[in-house]
């Protein structure tokens, strides 16, 4: 009997967004532009086409204006409609996707982790996806990642897939980073993990493959993250829960993005002005226009 696919992502969007200060004082991170579109709709938009149907928002304080943002705005629609401002209405065809949200709240800041464990009683017993939703995956998110890393759990019986991506040494303390087994894996794209640490120093970082935010989890991670001490920084760390989980025997596999599928991450003002420079240079409208620019003030 062939496996029941997976459609359901749980994308946690507590986060403060701290680092993006004064910016996401009263703004979430994963509302911030990033050319035409909010951060979210992208990541919404990439696992949509990877097959997933079912989101389920992990929410915190201040997060209400991704609700709206998913919300069928009937009266936008109707102003638009009655103005005649077709190219308008088709910006707004995301709403009527065939998609279901659901939302939580993590009601203590306690980590990720626990973020994560916040869904559990959603979720049930059922694997997923989880998200992050500042980070959107190749140039507007087309990334086919998900798909693949759901199509390897399947085949492999993995516990879990984790995308990961090469960065420089220095940048290794912003990520968990994977310990790959050296052994074959049996399939060249993928590896399996012998461990995995949270944002290591690059003296004891095991290798510079990151955590890329895109995982696929069987229900059984539920069950490492209530034993999840607090790591690093006082918070519960997935990471650790993962390392739990392969310590305890459990299949957990590492697939690199490709290039073209790289990551851009909205957690720092560094990276979020690059993402938003590429994105808008790639605007099919403007791209041309803003390249010259570019080129001009340089
Ligand atoms: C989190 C995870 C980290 C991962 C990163 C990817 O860190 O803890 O393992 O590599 O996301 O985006 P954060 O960015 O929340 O500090």
Redesign the pocket.
């Given at each position: 009997m062939p496996e029941a696919t997976i459609d359901l992502a749980v994308v946690p969007v507590a986060?403060r967004g701290t680092r993006l200060l004064p910016l996401t004082k009263s703004q979430p991170k994963e509302m911030l532009p990033v050319g035409r579109k909010p951060v979210v709709q992208y990541v919404v938009e990439e696992l949509a086409r990877c097959g997933l149907r079912r989101f389920l928002f992990v929410t915190g304080p201040g997060k209400t204006a991704i609700e709206n943002h998913f919300d069928i705005d009937a009266e936008l629609v109707e102003s638009l409609r009655e103005s005649g401002k077709e190219e308008l209405l088709r910006e707004l065809a995301f709403e009527r996707a065939e998609l279901d949200y659901f939302y939580t709240r993590q009601r203590r800041q306690l980590g990720?982790g626990h973020a994560i464990l916040c869904s559990a009683p959603a979720v049930g017993n059922e694997p997923f996806v989880a998200a992050?939703g500042d980070?959107i995956i190749g140039i507007h998110a087309q990334s086919q990642i998900v798909r693949r890393m759901i199509e390897a759990f399947h085949a492999r019986q993995a516990d879990a897939v984790i995308a990961f991506e090469a960065v420089p040494p220095e940048d290794v303390v912003?990520?968990?980073i994977a310990q790959p087994d050296r052994s074959p894996s049996g399939d060249e794209n993928v590896f399996r993990l012998a461990g995995i640490v949270?944002k290591p120093s690059p003296a004891e970082a095991p290798s510079n493959l990151?955590?890329?935010?895109r995982y696929v989890f069987s229900p059984v991670i539920f069950d490492h993250l209530r034993e999840t001490e607090p790591g690093k920084g006082g918070e519960i760390?997935?990471?650790d829960a993962i390392q739990r989980l392969i310590q305890s025997g459990g299949t957990v596999l590492g697939m690199p993005l490709p290039p073209a599928e790289r990551r851009f991450?909205i957690?720092n003002f560094e990276s979020y002005f690059k993402a938003f420079l590429e994105f808008a240079f790639a605007d099919p409208e403007y791209g041309g226009q803003l390249r010259r620019l570019a080129k001009g003030l340089l």
């Open positions: 986060g990720l992050l980070s912003h990520y968990g949270e990151a955590v890329a935010a760390q997935l990471t991450d957690g």
